[in-house]
């Protein structure tokens, strides 16, 4: 950690932002990191595309394609990590700079929505399966993109509420209840109430970010527990369980 957060330094130097939300939390314990998410949140707006997008790494030192280039688990940092320095120091400086640039993200995921279903990006990225690790084997790719889509819109709405946007504030609710009932109705099964696979990823990330209906909550808890205990109390999931 010098400059950007890396995510393998014995053998690269890249800024992959998934690791600027998911370390976040565990090494706000640790380290004073205001100035570098200070740092971390310019060099997002930097690299920003003029749709909106938000790259896998910033600074973009090097150009990459396919999910390499854009995918909405790292993308997503640019909303998520300003909201955590918020509940951490209780900085709302970066909210109320960045907002804006957060909402042309949001703007952009919507635009790669399907009836509210994101689907492509790397997904659970390298989660432990039967072959060698890489792309997701458990887990549908739509699951963690639509997943984050709703968890960022979640927070861009206590954002809004925060920074007296009621307007705003009202519209990101109305958008989180329909990307909501279209994670149910695409990933949850009525007959074997399951959602998806059953992956230990997308029963914990439904869980978390809450996608699960007060119906079948209790029942996806025990579904992930079942798993976990199955697989001799191990974890089978990548990267986006947060």
């Known amino acids: 950690m010098a400059s950007v957060l890396t995510d393998c330094p014995h053998r690269e130097k890249l800024g992959w932002l998934e690791e600027a939300h998911l370390m976040q939390y565990s090494v706000q314990y640790r380290y004073n990191l205001a100035r570098l998410y200070e740092k971390t949140f310019n060099d997002m707006r930097s690299t920003q595309a003029a749709n909106g997008m938000v790259p896998t790494i910033a600074p973009e030192l090097v150009e990459f394609e396919g999910g390499f280039k854009d995918t909405p688990e790292w993308g997503s940092t640019f909303v998520i990590s300003p909201w955590y320095i918020y509940q951490w120091y209780g900085d709302m400086r970066p909210i109320e700079t960045y907002y804006p640039d957060m909402q042309r993200y949001i703007d952009y995921l919507s635009s790669k929505a399907e009836n509210h279903i994101i689907a492509y990006g790397l997904g659970d990225w390298f989660d432990i399966g039967p072959k060698s690790p890489g792309e997701s084997q458990l ?74 209906t007060s119906e079948n909550r209790q029942q996806v808890f025990d579904n992930l527990i079942a798993d976990i205990r199955g697989h001799n109390n191990a974890l089978t999931a990548g990267i986006v369980i947060l």
């Not at 009621?166 to 109705?185: C, G, H, S, T, V």
């Not at 230990?200 to 809450?210: E, F, K, T």
């Open 139 to 212: 887990t549908s790719n739509g699951v963690t993109a639509t997943a984050i889509y709703y968890y960022d819109v979640t927070l861009m709405e206590k954002m809004a509420n925060l920074l007296g946007k009621p307007d705003d504030a009202r519209k990101y609710q109305e958008l989180a209840a329909q990307i909501k009932q279209a994670f149910n109705r695409t990933f949850w099964n009525p007959s074997t109430r399951t959602y998806d696979r059953n992956s230990q990823a997308v029963n914990a990330v439904a869980l978390y970010m809450g996608l699960t």
